[in-house]
């Protein structure tokens, strides 16, 4: 199946640019993210460590059960997508999936390695933790100070009306609740390195 059903690397930014609106608005419906229907693709980074999106597509698509969701997955999109192409609807997903993901590893990684350097002490959430109150890690300050943070794309500052943002507003005002912890988005810049097929974090600020 791998070697029959894959992205088309090499047209990435153009799906991305394209398709993006379509994930936005439709892939929490479908639930086609959802680690019930695909697993936790962000534990899979944090454990393989895939270099580029090549490498993170193969690691993981190798694995019989994998390969078993994602066709379950192309299902739903197609049925959702009847007149697209079944080549659109992989890409799409890819995008949805593999790329978004990829992105949030490491820019995650990014700003928990500038945390630690400076003595920041950094505690990463569980999918089970993340799924719940929406923090993607825990941080303590040198003098003592608990902080959620939950980590975006500086884009979804000036686009956070969507459902699944809403809800994390939520799951967040939950955290508060239950351990009397402020949360702080850390919004990032990156760019995407179309030769090397990953991306480039460029900076980040954190905001309330």
């Known amino acids: 199946m791998a070697d029959i ?4 690397f090499n047209s990435i930014k153009y799906y991305k640019q394209t398709q993006h609106w379509w994930v936005s608005n439709n892939f ?7 680690v019930k229907n695909i697993g936790s693709l962000m534990d899979f980074c ?3 460590k895939p270099k580029d999106l090549e490498d993170f597509w193969w690691k993981w698509i190798k694995l019989p059960s994998n390969q078993k969701r994602f066709l379950n997955l192309l299902s739903i999109i197609s049925k959702a997508r009847p007149r697209t192409t079944e080549k659109d609807n992989i890409n799409t997903l ?8 990829l992105l949030g590893y490491l820019a995650e990684s990014k700003i928990a390695e500038d945390l630690l350097s400076k003595n920041y ?6 999918k089970t933790f993340d799924k719940k109150y929406a923090i993607d890690f825990v941080i303590i ?23 699944y943002i809403n809800r994390n507003q939520y799951k967040m ?12 988005y850390a919004y990032y810049t990156h760019s995407y390195d179309g030769d ?6 460029l900076g980040y600020s954190f905001d309330n």
């Open 141 to 163: 300050s040198p003098e003592g100070v608990k902080t959620g943070v939950q980590v975006k794309s500086d884009n979804s500052r000036y686009n956070n009306s969507t459902n």
């Open 28 to 34: 929490d419906k479908l639930g086609l993210g959802d």
């Open 94 to 101: 890819f995008i949805g999936l593999f790329y978004n993901t």
């Open 196 to 201: 090397n097929k990953t991306f480039n974090i």
């Open 173 to 184: 005002a939950k955290f508060k609740d239950k351990f009397n912890i402020d949360t702080i």
């Open 121 to 126: 002490k950094v505690y990463k959430s569980n």
């Open 46 to 48: 944090h454990k393989k």
């Open 5 to 8: 059903i894959k992205p088309d």
